[in-house]
């Protein structure tokens, strides 16, 4: 199994070594330096399915990292989990993870990955879920408000606030371990719902910036 607990740049560098030494074509290289998202499937068959992946195109763009500009498909109870540095997880109404969901998380998330997490629709059932599992995985983390001055917040777009749909602004969410930030969340929505095919945000709210703040929270978690 595949752990992602080296610096996501440090895998990059060391793979860009490999060619330089020979052992990889550019293509190969390319390949090997592909950086794949996750969307999570979670307690038996709950999806993330509407969780736009178009910030994944937009990452591809605005930087020199070669992001896979489309989701991989990944179950949490899997040993996948660990192929990807950075997950998304969304959802609407209640759920419990199953033991291997909660194990498997708690250890991608203590041995370097990075997980995104929003309600489809800004659904409170999910979200009530979300903050139960999050305490019994780790009883010691907090999620905490992120202010407007945090990195990542600048790291590719400038954000000076994040604007609802519904009118006002709010803040996101995080939760860090040893120092190092592993997960934001938004109870509002990250999903940019506008841009997942199929899916609408017809009747909660949502940040209008999601799409700009999940690139600048992507390569955040790729460069820390």
Not at 12 to 29: E, H, Q, Y
Not at 144 to 166: A, D, E, N
């Amino acid at each position: 199994m595949k752990m992602p607990a080296l610096p996501t740049v440090l895998l990059l560098a060391l793979a860009a070594l490999r060619a330089a030494a020979g052992d990889l074509s550019p293509a190969a290289l390319e390949k090997a330096t592909a950086i794949h998202c996750g969307n999570l499937t979670y307690a038996g068959t709950k999806s993330s399915t509407c969780f736009a992946d178009q910030f994944l195109s937009t990452a591809n763009k605005e930087s020199s990292l070669k992001v896979v500009p489309n989701f991989l498909s990944v179950r949490l109870d899997s040993d996948d989990l660990f192929n990807s540095p950075f997950n998304v997880i969304s959802g609407e109404g209640a759920f419990n993870f199953t033991e291997k969901d909660r194990a498997n998380l708690a250890r991608y998330l203590t041995c370097g990955g990075f997980l995104l997490a929003s309600p489809g629709c800004s659904d409170k059932e999910w979200d009530r879920s979300f903050r139960n599992e999050l305490k019994a995985i780790l009883p010691d983390a907090k999620l905490v408000r992120i202010p407007m001055s945090h990195p990542v917040f600048s790291t590719v777009y400038q954000i000076p606030s994040l604007s609802l749909k519904g009118g006002g602004t709010t803040l996101v969410e995080g939760v860090e371990l040893n120092g190092r930030l592993v997960m934001i969340y938004s109870t509002e929505g990250l999903n940019d719902a506008k841009h997942a095919k199929g899916c609408c945000c017809c009747g909660g709210d949502m940040i209008l910036e999601s799409e700009q703040v999940n690139v600048n929270i992507l390569m955040y978690a790729l460069l820390h």
